[in-house]
């Protein structure tokens, strides 16, 4: 798993701060649903709750935009973000209710942000995946995860390596289709997906 560039990311972040969508677009997409994941850890049996948490990260994140102030990781702030989020949601209702089987850890079952970030990535690449036909599927993982060459693809299947391109071709232009809400990712994430 190739780790996110924080110079590119960054990049992301200062076209963002210029008011460029396409940025904000990024990270919301990227992002987003780890961080309903890691908010559900601070707030067990609550889902709609964290995914509004989320969102209002996202929202404040676009609207002060201007006067963030973001030296090392995009990552690391919206994380932090979600999390003192949620722990003021805690805070404030645990004085509005004295119930006391309310969760009120303060720490989630799982801190790790990257560990969401990478199976969101994984899923959202895996989604893609089973869009292939399955012989163009097997051509690609073959020579992908694999890592056998055309030659060696064309003799176990017992196809000629003309087929084994094509396959392979054809694979990719139904990835970039169907991954094409994460191009800005794709960018950073190359070698993962394998779309080059």
């Known amino acids: 798993m190739v780790n996110p560039d924080n110079t590119q990311e ?52 676009w609207e002060d935009r201007q006067r963030i102030a973001i030296q090392r990781s995009v990552r690391a702030y919206l994380f932090t973000s979600v999390r003192n989020k949620c722990l003021d949601f805690l805070k404030k209702a645990s004085t509005r209710h004295s119930v006391s089987s309310w969760p009120l850890s ?50 176990r299947l017992n196809v000629s390596e003309k087929t084994v391109e094509n396959q392979i071709t054809k694979a990719l232009r139904i990835l970039r289709v169907e991954l094409k809400d994460y191009l800005p990712l794709l960018l950073l994430f190359q070698s993962y997906f394998f779309l080059k």
């Open 10 to 61: 960054l990049f992301l972040f200062s076209e963002l701060q210029t008011g460029k969508e396409y940025a904000f677009d990024f990270f919301f997409n990227y992002y987003y649903s780890g961080l309903c994941v890691y908010a559900e850890q601070y707030l067990p049996g609550l889902e709609e709750e964290a995914r509004n948490l989320v969102q209002d990260v996202f929202l404040k994140f």
């Open 106 to 155: 303060s720490e989630p079952v799982v801190d790790d942000s990257e560990t969401f970030v990478e199976s969101e990535l994984e899923a959202i690449f895996m989604k893609g995946l089973e869009k292939l036909p399955p012989r163009c599927r097997e051509v690609f993982e073959l020579s992908r995860f694999e890592g056998l060459r055309n030659p060696e693809i064309a003799q």
